[in-house]
Each structure stands twice: as structure tokens, then as C-alpha cells.
């Protein structure tokens, strides 16, 4: 079973719709028969790669949101997040475009390290300040997940992965994804925005039946018992 799963590292419903979809997965009877891939999406792609302002700022005055309205938003995220094991911190997040990080995240998924390194982004973003534009950050974590040192530096001297988080972002909009996070399963079951894990559970288990159909062996009259007591 394949779920794709489309999310910009830049949003902070993505990461705790990433903390229950892998709580669900994780008490999934065929959770070693699932493929798991991040697509690509960007909520904003007209951040400049350094934005001279806080997250407050960017969404009071980009967004046209009224300050009070995003510290109310911030502290119903901060605590949503904290039920899930998250620790966000809005005060310290660094503004910055999203693009590269996602080529990194594609970069990462041809070494084998794709969650790794989406989870780290989504981390290092939310809870740690870290600037996922910056150059010298992005590379410090290549190094950390243990990525090709020459194939990272391409990816500030190329358009290496340009294409396929492009193509991540087209498909998103051919499928009719209008926000993130939003996960695929088989391409039969869409599940928008970070739902309980309870939903996640109960949408894994209905996909797998559909692709794994019980089919019976044998007569159906044999020998069994049922609600009304035991054939003789």
C-alpha cells in the first residue's frame, strides 16, 4: 500500500498531521507493507529566501491578519501541537522560503533518508529556530543525515530537484489538493488536513481490505458456531 502525502515544511499543521498519521500507522497490523512518500507543496512561494521579520509579522502583514487574531492562532496550534509531543515556538521561527529544503527532502529520498529528513526540517523549523532557506544550515543537515557532500552542494550551484518538486506541486493542484497537509492512499482514499489518528487508522484499515479481500476457501456450510449456538 503507497500513501503520498503532500506537506510543506513551512506549515505547522503538516508536522502534527505527520506526528498522528505515524501514531495510527505505527499501531497498524500491515504497517511493513506501506510505502510512505513526501510530495512537495508550498503554502507561499513568494517568500523571499530571507524575510527581514518575525512569523507575527509575515502573517499579520503578508497575510493581512490582525495581530491579535495570529497570537490567538498561534497559541490553539502551540497547543495541539503539545498533545502530540510537539514544542512549538512561533516566537523563534525564521521566515524563510520553503524550495530548497523540499529539493533537499527529494535529495535525501535517493539516499533513503526521506522522512529523516523531513522530520528535522519540521523540527528544526517549529521547535529550534533554524533557518530552512540558509545555505549553511541546509548543509549542516546534509551532512547529519549523512548525504553526499558534492550532491548537496549541487543543490546551490544547479537547478538539481527543481523539476521534481515542481512536478510534486503541479500534481497537487491536477488532483485538486487546495491545502496541506493531504495524504493519498493507493490513489483511491484522500484525507485532507491533520486529522485524529483515529481517522488515520480507520482510513488505512478500509484501504487494505479494499486491496486485500478476504476470499473464502471451501464450502460455506462447514462445521462452525455463531451468535445462535453451534451446527451439528
Not at 524575510?51 to 490582525?66: C, F, H, P
Not at 496541506?180 to 491533520?194: E, M, Y
Request: aromatic fraction near 10%; glycine fraction near 8%.
Amino acid at each position: 500500500m503507497k500513501i503520498e502525502i503532500w506537506s510543506d515544511v513551512a506549515c505547522p499543521w503538516c508536522y502534527i498531521g505527520k506526528r498522528r498519521f505515524e501514531t495510527a500507522l505505527a499501531r497498524f497490523p500491515h504497517r511493513d507493507s506501506v510505502e510512505v512518500q513526501w510530495r512537495s507543496y508550498q503554502l507561499d512561494p513568494s517568500v523571499p529566501e530571507h524575510y527581514d521579520g518575525t512569523e507575527l509579522d509575515y502573517l499579520s502583514k503578508r497575510k493581512g491578519m490582525a495581530p491579535e487574531q495570529v497570537k490567538q492562532m498561534f497559541g490553539h496550534v502551540t497547543e495541539t501541537a503539545k498533545g502530540e509531543g510537539l514544542d512549538y515556538r512561533f516566537d523563534t521561527v525564521v521566515v524563510a522560503n520553503s524550495f530548497t529544503a523540499h529539493r533537499l527532502i527529494h535529495l535525501a529520498a535517493s539516499h533513503g533518508r526521506q522522512d529523516a529528513a523531513k522530520e528535522r526540517l519540521l523540527s528544526d523549523h517549529f521547535e529550534h529556530g533554524k533557518d530552512i532557506g540558509s545555505e549553511e544550515y541546509l548543509t549542516a543537515l546534509g551532512a547529519v543525515l549523512e548525504l553526499p557532500a558534492d550532491e548537496v552542494a549541487e543543490l546551490f550551484t544547479t537547478d538539481k530537484f527543481t523539476d521534481a518538486v515542481n512536478e510534486d506541486i503541479n500534481e497537487a493542484r491536477a488532483i485538486g489538493v487546495t491545502g496541506v497537509p493531504f495524504f493519498v492512499i493507493d490513489r483511491k482514499f484522500g484525507i485532507s488536513g491533520a486529522q485524529p489518528a483515529e481517522l488515520f487508522a480507520q482510513a488505512l484499515n478500509q484501504a487494505w481490505q479494499e486491496a486485500n479481500p478476504l476470499i473464502p476457501v471451501g464450502a460455506s456450510d462447514g462445521e462452525a458456531c455463531g451468535p445462535d449456538g453451534c451446527s451439528i
